[in-house]
């Protein structure tokens, strides 16, 4: 079969791989489309495990069928999840899901670049999910995205009529501007370097758009907050101005969303005074789990949430390559999909 292989960003081959064999407990996926996500574009955090083959937002036809599997037959249509938590260590206990051992060790084989994966049988039991027929394969690649971002959104508790800032306007962003305005977010305010991303977010609700090349983000949010600063700062930008501008956004008593990690020797300096007496809440939010992704396909299939603007680029499997550079350097996209119709 067909596998794009990610040795580097500009180097993402075609190769023949066999087609993975699965044991009793497990299903074989035809691949159909699967997403290419922010963190697929970080070399930084891929590097230690080249060459491998990426994506973890697929979804596709089941294939085959292992002997002892209960409740799939070939011929579905599935979403498979990349991670899986064990539910039953005290993390999962506490519902943190994403810091479970396991979630970080299961992962879809080869990975979702390929013309098929295997889903082994922790990701079958707890989070493959059939994809409703008035749902595409497409859509249903937003299904880990639009987790994610339901995840953080829930742990910020959003209140009506908030007042949002989202800082960078890829993907991850345009998600999260969609569901803010389910959420009841008051005024959403999006920045970003890409005025391409930016139309894209206004066409998806953003209030406020703001290019920081083109005017002042903090006067903005401070304007548009009788100089508060917002309620909440999401920081979907992996690198250390992305944090600091929204340290500058958020209102004294606000939430400081990280979505997205910076390297790992990148640093900021921080003052535990100001932290103290502006009572700033740092609030992380990595990946997410079995829970949000069922609500992300609900919120799909019932179009709570209008998706149809998500997906701007569609490359087949055999231009993988093509769709890195859209979405890692010429970045006039919002959500690239790979697909194999
Ligand atoms: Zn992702
Ligand atoms: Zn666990």
Request: proline share 6%.
């Amino acid at each position: 079969m067909k596998a794009a292989m990610y040795y580097s960003l500009d180097n993402i081959l075609i190769e023949n791989l066999p087609v993975p064999k699965i044991g009793p407990q497990e299903i074989l996926v035809q691949m159909k489309a699967c997403g290419v996500c922010g963190s697929d574009l970080m070399e930084w955090y891929l590097k230690n495990r080249v060459p491998l083959v990426l994506g973890h937002e697929p979804s596709g036809i089941v294939a085959k069928v292992g002997s002892k599997v209960k409740g799939f037959e070939v011929g579905n249509r599935v979403f498979s999840h990349h991670h899986v938590a064990c539910l039953t260590c005290d993390f999962c206990l506490r519902g943190d899901y994403t810091l479970c051992e396991q979630f970080s060790r299961t992962h879809l084989e080869p990975g979702g670049f390929a013309e098929y994966f295997k889903v082994p049988k922790p990701n079958l039991e707890v989070d493959t999910l059939k994809i409703p027929p008035d749902v595409s394969f497409e859509s249903a690649t937003l299904i880990e995205p639009m987790g994610c971002c339901l995840r953080a959104l829930n742990k910020a508790q959003v209140h009506p009529s908030d007042s949002v800032v989202v800082v960078g306007a890829g993907p991850s962003g345009a998600i999260l501007t969609l569901l803010l305005r389910l959420f009841g977010a008051g005024q959403i305010i999006v920045t970003d370097f890409i005025d391409y991303r930016l139309k894209a977010a206004g066409k998806l609700g953003a209030d406020l758009l703001v290019n920081p090349e083109a005017e002042s983000i903090i006067d903005v949010v401070k304007k548009a907050t009788d100089g508060k600063g917002a309620d909440l700062v999401i920081v979907t930008a992996p690198n250390v101005n992305g944090f600091l501008t929204g340290m500058e956004l958020c209102r004294r008593g606000g939430t400081l969303c990280i979505f997205a990690p910076t390297r790992p020797e990148d640093f900021v300096r921080l003052s535990p005074n100001r932290l103290f007496f502006s009572e700033i809440k740092l609030l992380p939010s990595y990946s997410t789990s079995h829970v949000e992704t069922r609500i992300a396909l609900n919120l799909i299939q019932t179009k709570k949430v209008d998706t149809t603007n998500l997906i701007t680029h569609t490359f087949p499997l055999e231009k993988t390559a093509e769709a890195f550079k859209k979405a890692a350097l010429n970045k006039e996209c919002v959500k690239v999909v790979v697909s194999n119709e």
